[in-house]
């Protein structure tokens, strides 16, 4: 069955930096867009950003440009999320998610696989 692995999270002072990567299996990955979501305590889960299938397009959410990027390894079925001067709002559990067919890179519902999520905290 597919599955979506994320990396470790962990525990970063703000203006620190992060990587989190989630190798996929049992999918093929290059027709599949990627992205990452997050949820903190008490809020809905909301978009970060996303990658189209060959890696040419990027979308990221007002919150995290400047800050965050996204790259993925085909040959590798791996996506990562760089994370550059955190801020402790962003605090929250990450996901990854793939999409066979994205109509709408921000929603949640058009993406079909999601991983188990990480959890990433950023002190003050």
């Known amino acids: 069955q597919v599955q979506l692995v994320e990396s470790q999270g962990g525990l970063v002072q703000a203006g620190g930096s992060l990587r989190l990567s989630c190798a996929a299996s049992?999918?093929?990955?290059?027709?599949?867009?990627m992205g990452w979501f997050r949820q903190a305590p008490g809020k809905d889960r909301e978009f970060v950003i996303a990658i189209s299938r060959g890696g040419g397009s990027a979308y990221y959410a007002d919150s995290v440009k400047g800050r965050f990027t996204i790259t993925r390894d085909n040959a590798k079925n791996t996506v990562y999320l760089q994370m550059n001067s955190l801020k402790p709002e962003d605090t929250a559990v990450y996901y990854c998610?793939?999409?066979?067919?994205?109509?709408?890179?921000?929603?949640?519902?058009?993406?079909?696989?999601w991983g188990q999520g990480t959890q990433v905290t950023v002190s003050s």
């Open positions: 998610a793939a999409s066979r067919r994205v109509v709408n890179y921000v929603l949640g519902s058009a993406y079909d696989y």
């Open positions: 049992a999918l093929t990955f290059s027709s599949y867009a």
